[in-house]
């Protein structure tokens, strides 16, 4: 089914001419042909539906929006999009190409008659000439395989050449000893700073060395699974000599790394390799620091100029790869920003909707994902008047988590609440485990607010005696064992006779007076709409049709303003609010009539059948369901006849009443309430005796 727009209005003003259309009840510039798109520059900025939005979290290709993002800030902004138009309508030769959205882009479509469109094409055919093709049509996938191509030409070619020639100054071993010495060097380093400890006091040389009691440690364990521990103890003796002995007495944990050290040294043919003085270790160690140092920044200059040349190609290619993308989103992205026309159409989905969440027999369509959950749930959204969940989803075949909100639009929401699970499936049709976190608490429909008054009353009533029975039931048992522990550990601890029935009288009075004040409670708020029903007109019911007239009145009363608040939140309903928490700069209401948001939640919708399910519950008869019906009603207005003093008794008490002040008013000017007032406050005279 195709979108149906109202009638397009052309509204003719100085300059461009453009024209009109009413989506989601809103009046919306119309973007429709290429000429609209070649004057977008022309286009108020008032009116358009979005200012902003962001470059990541939203249902459309990142790196097209990358492309459009000139000052790398991560938002795409007005000015943004119309330069990416302009520059569109300059290298195509036909601007129509744009709103057919094509994955492929002819050569011949290149407007060679620019500068930058005569490069494009040119690079264009460079590509395809590189891959061997021989067609006249370029697509995102040969510019990648193309990218792909240059990229290992590229690095073969540095690998080839490698880094510039650093000297070694021990020829071809000197690597091999680069390694030898890094193995050993904070070992070697710390055994001659030792020597020079013994040789400034001669007594530190006990204390230096190895410790005998930290050996008897460890001594009775597996001295092979030891080896960290071993590996801490000095690499030699510290003596005066400023000599290491590398074929000496070694550290066995050590002895592998100084004979790798010692062969290697002998190698390179540094003379007297089985000894190392202080200077020859200083020596060799800043010749061997100095030689890394220098292959480092050759190896890093290399890099350097890898990545550079790699860079330069990657710009070379960059205006076709901008032009691909655009060529095949440009006109979506326009239907998501300046009119917003995905959002009310059957055949797409707008660009932040992320998928569909399944819950409580339900499908809400309107998905979207969330940054910031503390952030969205908090501010903006709430304004938006709509129903919203916000769940926790987790996907273990992504090894992702996510967090999203739901928009409800129909259906009712009784068994909604924070921490039941749901199933969230993605655009892709990934599914995710959901958990909802928080719900934001909006009318969904008129007939849901009809019923919520009594909704609520019915669970405020039950919570209060479910509540009382429970705190009952708490005492009972704490009363029980009290009372056993007290018979167990004192038998004479016991309440005697009178004393034990006040305690167990006291405590039914306190549970009496309990149950009395909910029901009290109960009894206070049927009475206040009793008491309106009676102020409604104080008249006596004399007539049959006066009883329905009261019925409807009282439903009025309870369900009339939460109806009349719903019906208007239903109509401010607006999505607006929930993108800006999203981080867009939303220009215009986007609006989420009752009509139009019963397609964004799908309700399960079940055949009439008459099955035989043994185990299901017993229906009750057609009679009973009248008589409980007939009963209700007859409880009904006995209430409003009470309440109106309509009763049979009633009137009877009062009329004797109005006839006797009517027959016992004088015919003095001084009203007969006030003689009936001076006759109560005067004091009976008692005659003297």
Known sequence: MKQKLAKILPIVKAGYDWKY??????????????????????????????????????????????????????????????????????????????????????????????????????MAKHILETLEKSCNTLTIADLDEYRKIVDERIRADFESRGPAAVEQPYGEHTDALVEAVEALRDKINDHFLRCRLVRYDEGSAAVLDMSVERLGTISQNNLAACADELATYPLARADKEDVLHLDGNINPVWQAAVDKLRQTMADAQIANATTLSEAQWCELRDKLEAYSKAKAEAAAEHQKALDEALAAELAVSTPIEKLLFLHRDFYRLLHNYVIMSDFYSTDHKAIFQAGKLYVDQRCCELCLRVADMSKHADTMASLSGMYLIYCNCTSKVKNATMDIVAVLTDGDVDDLRVGKNALFYDRNGQDWDATITKIVDNPISIRQAFWSPYRKFGNWVSEKITKSAADKENKQFEDMTSKADAATNDLTAKPEGADAKANEKKAQVFDIAKFAGIFAAIGLALGAIGGVLATLGGFVVTKWYNIILLIAAAVIIVSGPSMFLAWIKLRKRNLGPVLNANGWAVNSKIKVNVRFGATLTGLAQYPKLVLDDPFADKKTPTWRKWLYGILAVLVVVFAILFFTKSLPWQKEDATPVEEELIEEAPAAEIPADTVAAVVEVTPEVVPAE
């Open 21 to 122: 259309c009413s989506i989601g009840g809103v009046t919306r510039v119309s973007i429709e042909s290429g000429d609209d798109i070649a004057h977008l520059g022309e286009l108020d900025e008032k009116m358009w539906t979005v200012l902003s939005c962001p470059v990541k979290g939203l249902e459309f290709d990142e790196r097209t929006l990358s492309l459009m993002d000139s000052d790398h800030d991560g938002r795409i902004r007005v000015q943004e999009v119309i330069a990416a138009a302009q520059w569109l309508c300059r290298v195509l030769v036909d601007a129509n190409l744009l709103l057919q959205g094509a994955a492929e882009l002819a050569l011949a479509d290149i407007n060679i008659e620019d500068v930058d469109g005569k490069e494009l094409r040119e």
